[in-house]
């Protein structure tokens, strides 16, 4: 298994620009999430996915756009690409059973964005 | 609005020694609470974790504490071994599949 896969690895945009951050996941997990690593900030959540075609909002949700339909792949789009949202981004996936860990979410390896 | 806050952006320990790490929270709903560990240039990745019915949690060299009527959970790793020395997030959960993390804590174990 490849697990949770995001491309690309590294990306620069310029303002204004848009971009389709790719994430895919391989272990038939219902429930997807983006998120965003600042320093100092931690890993906000961006936008998560309990199942294909239901999507909702997290903690910083303005400026993306995603949409889930499939359920292997959750891709994050940038919509006018700002200098704030230059950060590593992470995509990870869980599974939705009732056995613990709940929620135990698998990363991908996140992808660098730079918005000049 | 902070729900997840660890308050100590780092932490460094002798090999062998006793690491502990703290995690306050705000929301009362959070029923479910994860610890995870990056290094550097990849994603995290899942150590231990506890209901908000039980107290303590042990897996090896790692333990968690949750106390639910001061909202605040640590994460014991003793002993120590430089190869823990990362960065560690704790996790919360009150809705399925939607985790609110920390800002982390980097912890160096020196040996």
């Known amino acids: 298994n490849a697990g949770v896969t995001q491309t690309p690895k590294f990306q620069v945009l310029k303002t204004g620009q848009s971009m389709t951050l790719q994430c895919a996941q391989d272990?038939?997990?219902?429930?997807m999430s983006w998120y965003r690593q600042d320093p100092g900030m931690g890993l906000r959540l961006i936008h998560y996915?309990?199942?294909?075609?239901?999507?909702d909002q997290g903690e910083v949700p303005n400026g993306y756009n995603v949409s889930r339909s499939t359920t292997e792949d959750f891709p994050l789009r940038l919509l006018s690409a700002a200098p704030s949202q230059t950060s590593v981004y992470f995509c990870?996936?869980?599974?939705?059973?009732?056995?613990?860990?709940?929620?135990?979410?698998?990363f991908g390896p996140g992808t660098r964005l730079t918005v000049l | 609005d902070q729900q997840v806050k660890q308050n100590s952006p780092s932490l460094s320990v002798q090999e062998g020694r006793i690491s502990i790490l703290n995690c306050d929270y705000t929301?009362?709903?959070?029923?479910?609470f994860l610890w995870y560990k990056k290094y550097p240039a990849e994603g995290p990745t899942f150590l231990i974790s506890?209901?908000?019915?039980?107290d303590k949690n042990e897996d090896g060299r790692f333990t968690v504490f949750l106390n639910k009527s001061a909202k605040h959970l640590s994460l014991h790793i003793v002993p120590s071994q430089p190869g823990d020395s990362a960065v560690y997030f704790c996790?919360?959960?009150?809705?399925?599949?939607?985790?609110?993390f920390g800002q982390g804590t980097t912890l160096q174990v020196k040996p």
């Open positions: 506890i209901s908000s019915i039980k």
């Open positions: 990870a996936s869980s599974y939705s059973g009732l056995a613990e860990p709940y929620n135990e979410q698998f």
């Open positions: 272990m038939n997990h219902e429930y």
């Open positions: 929301n009362s709903m959070f029923d479910y």
């Open positions: 996790a919360a959960s009150a809705i399925a599949g939607k985790l609110i």
């Open positions: 996915s309990v199942g294909a075609g239901i999507t």
